[in-house]
């Protein structure tokens, strides 16, 4: 069965400070993975995808993430985060019309 | 482009009653749709899949004849809670796979807020 572990629950950063945010997957074959966004109340935003090819993928608002398959992870990270990022992130598994599996969440504070 | 709307986005109710939340692909047609319900401090957990012009399939411990699924239009299908207590308040959200991708690549929905006193 697919899973996803998002290891950190919380997390808080300095405004203008890095920012890394882990993300471990669990799937049979070639996995979908994803990353979205969830300001409170709101419905996700897709940040980025992976499917296939170079292995470093670029997504909106600045923030990257890299698939490992050799470490079965695809950890998102941004250079310098901005008080706007402050939000809920979602990594999520999936792949072709398969189900999507989503991790816990990882709740991003960041402070002035 | 690929956006999904819900409706309504807030609503309270009271107990026993039925209330039905639409969720509209606005420029996309989606054979596929999907309803979600997100508890507070927890992730996402899929209820059912809408495929257009068939019966949903249900996650297993989803009831279906409490949580009624229509998919009658490819850019459109309804959520309907019946008989709503309040163990059913929740954040329900929506999403949409487009029909032209080939992949599970989902737009969601802003999501619907259910209170039920």
């Known amino acids: 069965a697919q899973s996803v572990t998002q290891p950190d629950i919380h997390i808080t950063v300095s405004e203008g400070a890095s920012l890394e945010l882990r993300c471990n997957y669990s799937y049979g074959a070639t996995p979908y993975l994803f990353w979205y966004v969830q300001s409170p109340g709101q419905g996700l935003q897709l940040l980025l995808k992976?499917?296939?090819?170079?292995?470093l993928v670029q997504g909106i608002k600045g923030f990257e993430a890299e698939f490992k398959r050799s470490q079965s992870s695809f950890n998102l990270r941004k250079p310098s985060v901005h008080w706007s990022d402050a939000a809920e992130y979602f990594c999520a598994v999936g792949g072709g019309y398969q189900k999507v599996t989503f991790g816990i969440g990882t709740k991003l504070q960041v402070i002035p | 482009g690929a956006v999904v709307s819900q409706h309504p986005s807030r609503v309270i109710c009271k107990s026993g009653t039925s209330v039905k939340i639409e969720c509209r692909s606005l420029d996309f047609q989606a054979t596929t749709m999907f309803w979600y319900r997100q508890f507070p401090k927890k992730s996402l957990m899929l209820m059912a899949t809408?495929?257009?012009?068939?019966?949903?399939?249900?996650e297993q411990g989803v009831e279906k004849d409490k949580f009624l699924i229509n998919h009658a239009s490819l850019t459109l299908s309804t959520l309907t809670v019946t008989s709503a207590h309040p163990e059913d308040s929740s954040f329900y959200i929506c999403?949409?796979?487009?029909?032209?991708?080939?992949?599970?690549?989902?737009?969601f929905g802003p999501g619907t807020r259910l209170t039920v006193l």
């Open positions: 992976y499917f296939s090819g170079d292995t």
């Open positions: 809408s495929n257009e012009g068939s019966k949903a399939t249900y």
């Open positions: 999403s949409a796979r487009p029909l032209a991708v080939s992949y599970n690549e989902q737009f």
